[in-house]
């Protein structure tokens, strides 16, 4: 045992500790876990078996999710002719820093330059604009899977990089009521899969103006605090009102038989979302992942599997779960059990069981939660029922601490000295009203870095007036500096 505590130790020691350096430490968890690898191209990762599997099973519950409610998939190309994103003013001034060109197709230089997809809002107008005619092609309720490029000034793993994957929903409507009810509908289903998928709570709300997605009417978003206490994006839902449309000429006969614009959404979540959950649940020894996307749920670890009956009934073990529906892996690799230990808590799995003579020998096994590291024997005849009441354990207890940590930074401001010296002293969010005036809003900006997250749906009156200006407030926002 002690031996096995040593080679434990040595197997973790290259981790930074969170607490000493927390973005070396992000950066040793997505290399060590293997997550990804850097690729040749600046900026741009390659996204490791292990890494894939978790956006594969954020993928499938999500679009899960999306056919429920009705919205079907598409795909659209990932180039955009120039004078396609030309047509909504506000839209390519707001993309125009990140958009990469493509200026020749093979030797020869191309008549009008492509643009490498940085969101498809002006694909889907485009083709909308060709498909809807009348009322009763509405609602157009589309999603696609795809990958997106943004040229970045400075990357990091998951958070920004140069080409990222996400979904975009696009949809169109017959009047106001329907994008709004759309867009506020999607911003549920965003924040329910953070809850019941990765033990993450958000705080739902509106965007500023400022602060609202190029060329929409409004943008609402849900957002998460790290451990660290910054914040991150992560998802938005956006109104587009009927601006596109006109830009766009998306119009339809009603059924008065007068022609109206449609009313556009547009809604997306990315693999930031995997950064996110590296952030708010790792620990320093390594990743802590939610049982619902973690890509093994069970890893079972035989001790002594040279001795005679240890493996065939690690093996029954593992074919008895799976047959249940869990993800499992058995570790029959010739390394030590405190190696495999160190491994699989790195790579983050919900839950190890141990596997040994003595244990076959009592009919048990020992059950080992990755979250808190409670130990708790089993009998081998409940396994297959115990086993999920412990990956629901797991979850239940990772929102709690999540939504704790939360909680306990978050600050009540109302006067702007005292805001200053909450931002830079206490890592996390401050609540403080706001007059509504962009001034304010980028005096705060430029005074603290900490910018507008949110109007939260959930207000409250802590003073009436603002903090910044003194004037009378409109809004209560939700501040902090992000990622």
């Not at 000493?20 to 997505?30: A, S």
């Amino acid at each position: 045992m002690a031996m096995n505590e040593k080679n434990k130790g040595k197997a973790v020691e290259a981790i930074t500790s969170m607490n000493e350096d927390f973005t070396q430490w992000y950066t040793d968890v997505v290399l060590r876990a293997e997550l990804i690898d850097y690729s040749s191209v600046r900026g741009c990762m390659i996204l490791r078996p292990y890494g894939y599997a978790i956006w594969e099973n954020i993928m499938h519950l999500l679009d899960k999710r999306f056919k429920e409610t009705g919205h079907e998939n598409v795909a659209m190309p990932m180039f955009i002719p120039e004078s396609l994103l030309q047509k909504e003013k506000d839209h390519v001034e707001g993309f125009a820093p990140e958009v990469a060109w493509v200026t020749h197709g093979g030797t020869e230089e191309l008549t009008e330059r492509l643009c490498v997809r940085p969101t498809s809002e002006t694909l889907f107008c485009d083709h909308y604009s060709h498909i809807i005619q009348s009322y009763r092609d509405l609602p157009k309720l589309y999603n696609q899977w795809v990958s997106v490029v943004r040229w970045e000034k400075t990357t990091r793993p998951f958070l920004r990089s140069l080409e990222f994957y996400w979904q975009e929903g696009h949809t169109a409507h017959a009047d106001e009521a329907g994008a709004e009810a759309e867009t506020l509908r999607m911003l549920d289903v965003y924040a329910d899969f953070y809850k019941e998928a990765l033990a993450i709570p958000v705080i739902k709300g509106r965007k500023t103006d400022k602060e609202k997605f190029a060329g929409a009417k409004a943008t609402y978003t849900i957002e998460s605090m790290m451990h660290d206490g910054k914040a991150l994006q992560s998802a938005t839902s956006h109104n587009f009102g009927d601006g596109f449309a006109r830009a766009f000429d998306i119009q339809y006969t009603d059924k008065d038989n007068t022609l109206k614009y449609v009313h556009q959404t547009s809604w997306g979540l990315s693999t930031r979302t995997i950064g996110a959950i590296i952030m708010v649940h790792g620990d320093d020894n390594g990743l802590v992942l939610p049982p619902a996307i973690a890509p093994i749920q069970i890893v079972i670890v035989p001790v002594a599997m040279h001795k005679e009956g240890v493996l065939d009934r690690a093996n029954a073990l593992a074919d008895e779960l799976r047959a249940k529906g869990f993800r499992v892996k058995l570790d029959d690799s010739d390394k030590m059990p405190g190696w495999k230990f160190a491994e699989w808590e790195m790579k983050g799995v919900p839950l190890r069981i141990e596997l040994g003579p003595r244990d076959i020998e009592n009919n048990q096994c020992l059950a080992v939660r990755r979250d808190n590291g409670e130990k708790t024997p089993v009998s081998l005849d409940e396994i297959g029922t115990k086993a999920q009441d412990l990956l629901d354990n797991v979850h239940d207890a990772l929102y709690e601490k999540a939504l704790a940590s939360r909680e306990s930074r978050i600050y009540d401001v109302t006067d702007y000295e005292e805001f200053k010296k909450t931002i830079a002293e206490k890592p996390g969010f401050v609540r403080a009203m706001w007059c509504g005036d962009k001034e304010c809003e980028l005096k705060i900006k430029d005074d603290t870095q900490a910018t507008s997250r949110c109007m939260p749906f959930e207000q409250a009156s802590l003073t009436d007036k603002c903090v910044c200006c003194g004037r009378p407030a409109k809004h209560m926002v939700v501040w902090g500096k992000a990622y």
